[in-house]
């Protein structure tokens, strides 16, 4: 560095993004791509084994007819995967907004303490100053044991 310079600011470094209403539009195109493949890999078959049964005791008909089969199962797991990966896009976008409008309604007072997850904390985590009737009835528990 030189005389001058400023130091970056770590925090700037880690910011995250997300635009939900992107989010959900890739999701959407990926369900609707995905929906078009089994139609189109059909359209695979029947050439491949024309074209095949015109070589037939050729091993390029053989082949061929293997190829198809398996170019075809490639583009079906393709589009299976694409299509799920294109759901759980859209429900992540949900997730996205669901936590800013969790939010939101806290700052504007409508919520009391912090804003709660829809899923359970799975490390039972308690934030300072809030309680949980579960971390509560754990902790109860312990110390009656160690009574």
């Not at 050729?58 to 797991?77: E, F, I, P, R, V």
């Not at 504007?108 to 899923?119: C, F």
């Not at 308690?126 to 509560?136: H, I, L, M, N, R």
């Amino acid at each position: 560095m030189h005389r001058g310079d400023t130091v970056p600011n770590p925090d700037l470094a880690s910011e995250f993004r997300v635009d939900p209403a992107a989010l959900e539009g890739c999701g959407q195109s990926a369900q609707f791509i995905a929906s078009q493949i089994p139609a189109e890999t059909a359209k695979i078959a029947e050439p491949c084994t024309q074209a095949a049964a015109g070589l037939q005791g050729w091993q390029t008909g053989a082949a061929l007819q293997s190829c198809s089969t398996n170019w075809k199962a490639l583009l079906d797991k393709l589009g299976k995967d694409m299509g799920d990966l294109g759901s759980k896009l859209v429900q992540t976008a949900g997730v996205y907004r669901q936590g800013e409008q969790r939010v939101y309604a806290h700052l504007q007072g409508q919520g009391r303490g912090m804003p709660v997850p829809a899923e359970p904390d799975p490390f039972g985590t308690v934030v300072v100053g809030e309680t949980s009737t579960a971390t509560e009835k754990s902790r109860a528990a312990s110390e009656r044991k160690a009574r």
